[in-house]
């Protein structure tokens, strides 16, 4: 897989994801949506950490910030911070097994989520609902199926026509 082709790869399954999080979903469902850009810049940087880093977390984060409508830099301060994590301790996470990948990808989750409340809450004060939680369980148990995919997209084989 030459380098422009990867990059691509990688970027465009950001792309999706940040789709995914600006969907318009019925508010019932809108509160189980997890971060879906977050899960992939995880992946990403775990991945391939020598492509994926906190520059690209840091870029994605202030996009999702003018999707989203949040405050400039909210994102990205969470997204660098967790991706600072995964990668530093990339080399570890990639020998554990996957329900312990899991449980820090909750923790990762779960930090992203409580960064973004206390920086909502500096702006105006804000309850902390139990709604809170939902995405950060629904994105651990939606890592699995973000980690297939992405690992599908990842090894395919470019197919070529002649």
């Avoid at 899991?102 to 105006?124: P, V």
């Amino acid at each position: 897989m030459n380098n422009s082709y990867g990059f691509g790869r990688i970027i465009s399954t950001i792309v999706l994801a940040m789709c995914l999080k600006i969907v318009p979903l019925p508010v019932m469902f809108a509160v189980y949506n997890p971060d879906w850009v977050l899960l992939t810049l995880i992946y990403w940087s775990l991945a391939m950490p020598e492509r994926v880093g906190i520059f690209h977390a840091w870029t994605f984060g202030l996009l999702t910030d003018v999707l989203t409508g949040r405050m400039f830099g909210q994102y990205a301060l969470a997204y660098s911070l967790v991706i600072y994590i995964c990668l530093s301790l990339h080399r570890r996470l990639r020998q554990f097994p996957f329900i312990q990948q899991a449980l820090f990808i909750f923790f990762c989750l779960l930090l992203s989520q409580l960064l973004l409340f206390f920086i909502k809450n500096i702006q105006d004060t804000a309850q902390l609902k139990p709604t809170f939680w939902l995405p950060v369980f629904v994105g651990t148990l939606c890592w699995p199926l973000v980690y297939t995919v992405l690992r599908f997209v990842r090894l395919a084989k470019s197919i070529k026509t002649d």
